[in-house]
């Protein structure tokens, strides 16, 4: 059974971080590029970040750059999102998202509430 299970989200004060982790499991993790999504209420899903596991290349949103960090473990079938000098627009549930590098298979987590607020 395929599963991704996200954590480590909470409040955060402006400023601060957090990590956020994705552990997944019923499919072969190296296979899979994966991501994070974030969703705001009323706003559109938005990538946020992604890794691909063959070559270790990432992408960021724009609004992100230089304050989010995406990484991997295969070994322990996780991603990582370490959110650095948060903002309240980041504010939003995020997602993990698994994208098969092969193919048109696709999955995504349950979600973890990251509030940024005073």
């Known amino acids: 059974q395929v599963q991704l299970v996200e954590s480590g989200g909470g409040l955060v004060q402006p400023g601060g971080s957090l990590r956020l982790s994705c552990a997944a499991s019923g499919f072969t993790f190296s296979n899979y590029a994966m991501s994070w999504y974030r969703q705001a209420p009323g706003n559109e899903r938005e990538l946020v970040a992604r890794?691909?596991?063959?070559?270790?290349?990432?992408n960021y949103a724009d609004s992100v750059k230089g304050r989010f960090t995406i990484s991997r473990d295969n070994a322990k079938n996780t991603v990582y999102l370490q959110m650095n000098s948060l903002k309240a627009e980041d504010t939003a549930v995020y997602y993990c998202f698994a994208r098969f590098l092969y193919g048109s298979r696709n999955y995504w987590g349950q979600g973890t509430q990251v509030t940024v607020s005073l």
């Open positions: 890794i691909i596991s063959t070559d270790g290349s990432t």
